[in-house]
C-alpha cells in the first residue's frame, strides 16, 4: 500500500524559506505513470496546487508562487521536497504531499495524499 | 488561468436525499476534471476523474457528467457518511491545476 508522508518544520519566521520533504512508501518514485505534487490549504479555506515534478526532474508550478517555489527530487531516497521562499502570514496553511495519477498523454489527477502538515509562518 | 465556479457553495440535505454539485469551468478543459471528498481534519479523498469515472473503491451512488464547461456531481441516495465538503479539481497537465471554491454538504 502506497504511502506518502510529509515532514519539516511546523514554525517558519517571516521572510524565511519553508522546506517540506515527502517521504514515498510502498512503490517507487520513479515510475513513469506517476507525477508527484505538492497542495495546501489555508485553515478554514479551500485548496490550491503549489507544483509537481516528474522523475526526470521536470517541474510545473502554480504561476502565482512560481517565483518563490522550487520543486526537486530525490530519487535515491525515494522523497521529493518543496521550498517555498519569502514566506508570510499568507502562507500559513496545511500543506500536502501527494501523488499524481497520469491516466492520459495530458491528465493526471492526486490519488494518494499525505495527512497533511500544518506550518505556520510566525515571529 | 481557468477558472472554476462551483455551486452552490453550502447545501443542506437528508439522508436520502439525491444532490447534485456543479462545477463550470470558464473555459473549455474537455473532460480534465475530478471531485474529490474532504472531511474535517482529512486530506481530500477523489471520487471520480476524467469527469465521469468512478474511482476504484468509490460507492456508485457516486456519478459525473458533463455538458460543455458544465460538470455535476450527483449522489443519488445520501448516507450518513456523505456529510462533507466537495471539491472539483481541473487536471490538464500542461494547464496549472485549479480547484473550485467548495461546496459544504451539511445535514438538515
Given at each position: 500500500?502506497?504511502?506518502?508522508?510529509?515532514s519539516?518544520p511546523?514554525?517558519v519566521?517571516?521572510s524565511?524559506?519553508?522546506s517540506l520533504t515527502?517521504?514515498?512508501?510502498?512503490g517507487?518514485?520513479?515510475?513513469n505513470?506517476?507525477y508527484?505534487?505538492?497542495?495546501?490549504?489555508?485553515?478554514?479555506?479551500?485548496?490550491e496546487?503549489i507544483?509537481?515534478?516528474?522523475y526526470?526532474?521536470?517541474?510545473y508550478?502554480?504561476?502565482?508562487l512560481k517565483?518563490?517555489?522550487?520543486?526537486?527530487?530525490?530519487?535515491?531516497?525515494?522523497?521529493?521536497s518543496?521550498?517555498?521562499?519569502?514566506?508570510?502570514?499568507a502562507?500559513?496553511s496545511v500543506y500536502?504531499?501527494?501523488r499524481l495519477?497520469?491516466?492520459?498523454?495530458s491528465?493526471?489527477?492526486?490519488?494518494?495524499?499525505?495527512q497533511?502538515t500544518l506550518?505556520?509562518?510566525?515571529? | 488561468?481557468i477558472?472554476?465556479?462551483?455551486?452552490?457553495?453550502?447545501?443542506?440535505?437528508s439522508?436520502?436525499d439525491?444532490v447534485?454539485?456543479?462545477?463550470?469551468?470558464?473555459?473549455?478543459?474537455?473532460?480534465?476534471?475530478?471531485?474529490?471528498?474532504?472531511?474535517p481534519?482529512?486530506?481530500?479523498?477523489?471520487?471520480i476523474?476524467?469527469?465521469?469515472?468512478?474511482?476504484?473503491?468509490v460507492?456508485?451512488?457516486f456519478?459525473?457528467s458533463e455538458?460543455?464547461?458544465?460538470?455535476?456531481l450527483?449522489?443519488?441516495?445520501?448516507q450518513?457518511?456523505?456529510?462533507?465538503?466537495?471539491?472539483?479539481?481541473?487536471?490538464?497537465?500542461?494547464l496549472?491545476?485549479?480547484?473550485?471554491?467548495?461546496t459544504?454538504?451539511?445535514?438538515?
Amino acid at each position: 500500500q502506497l504511502q506518502v508522508q510529509e515532514s519539516g518544520p511546523g514554525l517558519v519566521k517571516p521572510s524565511e524559506t519553508l522546506s517540506l520533504t515527502c517521504t514515498v512508501s510502498g512503490g517507487s518514485i520513479t515510475s513513469n505513470t506517476y507525477y508527484w505534487g505538492w497542495f495546501r490549504q489555508p485553515p478554514g479555506k479551500g485548496l490550491e496546487w503549489i507544483g509537481s515534478i516528474y522523475y526526470s526532474g521536470n517541474t510545473y508550478y502554480n504561476p502565482s508562487l512560481k517565483s518563490r517555489v522550487t520543486i526537486s527530487i530525490d530519487t535515491s531516497k525515494n522523497q521529493f521536497s518543496l521550498k517555498l521562499s519569502s514566506v508570510t502570514a499568507a502562507d500559513t496553511s496545511v500543506y500536502y504531499c501527494a501523488r499524481l495519477r497520469i491516466y492520459d498523454i495530458s491528465g493526471s489527477y492526486p490519488d494518494y495524499w499525505g495527512q497533511g502538515t500544518l506550518v505556520t509562518v510566525s515571529s | 488561468d481557468i477558472q472554476l465556479t462551483q455551486s452552490p457553495s453550502f447545501l443542506s440535505a437528508s439522508v436520502g436525499d439525491r444532490v447534485t454539485i456543479t462545477c463550470r469551468a470558464s473555459q473549455g478543459i474537455s473532460s480534465y476534471l475530478a471531485w474529490y471528498q474532504q472531511k474535517p481534519g482529512k486530506a481530500p479523498k477523489v471520487l471520480i476523474y476524467a469527469a465521469s469515472t468512478l474511482q476504484s473503491g468509490v460507492p456508485s451512488r457516486f456519478s459525473g457528467s458533463e455538458s460543455g464547461t458544465e460538470f455535476t456531481l450527483t449522489i443519488s441516495s445520501l448516507q450518513p457518511e456523505d456529510f462533507a465538503t466537495y471539491y472539483c479539481l481541473q487536471l490538464n497537465t500542461y494547464l496549472p491545476m485549479t480547484f473550485g471554491q467548495g461546496t459544504r454538504l451539511d445535514i438538515k
